[in-house]
């Protein structure tokens, strides 16, 4: 079964230092998201793409982050300059086109990347 | 904007019985999507069953069914015959569609069920 994957699974870097959050989504894929969850929270929603560009951010998503889709399978996350609240686990999701029908239109996660800032 | 309600902190089931896990929801939007995620100490996130907002009848997913009340606007999680595995942290989720090109999930808290043997 087609599965999102990630890399690294943890990072540990030092505040102010620049980190980058791998993706592969799932092949046929067309829509691409960031989420992040910190430790015994929520889950939150950071950025979504679609065609190429981002199609909506979250105002936690400010001028420290960035994504890019470097080539036609991996989609990644920049933040520029990590803070100590940035540690937190990063998840990629990527989703089918939804649909207004019963069929599966779920988004798909991958197995999230741990970030931590010290 | 799109609200998700877990009430219920933390669950206790006896093994193979069953339990229901509560999520009301709020949006504006006539069209939506609500979803059920599980999340096992190891972190990932695991899609267990979707409920359109159109759907007529109420999803199911093996062991895992959504008690669907649209008029009250909400969407539990029923699931049957417990296992030890079930134990977990479970997270309701709503999609909104809309036509800018993004279907993002506005999650809940979350509720960790533990599973008693």
């Known amino acids: 079964e087609p599965e999102v994957t990630q890399t690294p699974s943890h990072q540990v870097t030092q505040m102010g230092q620049e980190v980058i959050l791998r993706c592969v989504p799932i092949s046929n894929h067309l829509y691409f998201y960031w989420y992040r969850q910190i430790l015994g929270q929520k889950v939150e929603f950071l950025v979504s793409?679609?065609?190429?560009?981002?199609?909506?951010k979250s105002e936690i998503f400010d001028d420290q982050f960035s994504v890019e889709r470097p080539d036609g399978s991996n989609f990644t996350l920049k933040i520029r300059s990590t803070k100590l609240e940035d540690s937190a686990m990063y998840f990629c999701?990527?989703?089918?086109?939804?649909?207004?029908?019963?069929?599966?239109?779920?988004?798909?996660f991958g197995p999230g990347t741990r970030l931590t800032v010290t | 904007a799109q609200k998700i309600t877990q009430t219920q902190p933390g669950m206790f089931v006896q093994e193979k019985e069953a339990v229901t896990l509560d999520c009301t929801y709020d949006?504006?939007?006539?069209?939506?999507?609500l979803f059920w995620y599980k999340q096992p100490s190891s972190g990932e996130m695991i899609f267990l069953i979707y409920q359109g907002s159109y759907d007529q009848q109420n999803a199911t997913e093996g062991r895992y069914s959504l008690n669907f009340q649209k008029a009250r606007k909400s969407a539990n999680l029923v699931i049957s015959a417990s296992q030890l595995g079930d134990s977990a942290m479970y997270f309701c989720a709503m999609r909104v569609y809309s036509g800018a090109g993004s279907y993002q999930l506005t999650f809940g808290k979350g509720t960790k069920l533990s599973v008693i043997p």
């Open positions: 949006t504006s939007d006539p069209s939506y999507g």
């Open positions: 999701a990527s989703s089918a086109r939804p649909t207004r029908d019963r069929g599966r239109s779920e988004q798909y």
């Open positions: 793409f679609y065609n190429n560009e981002i199609s909506e």
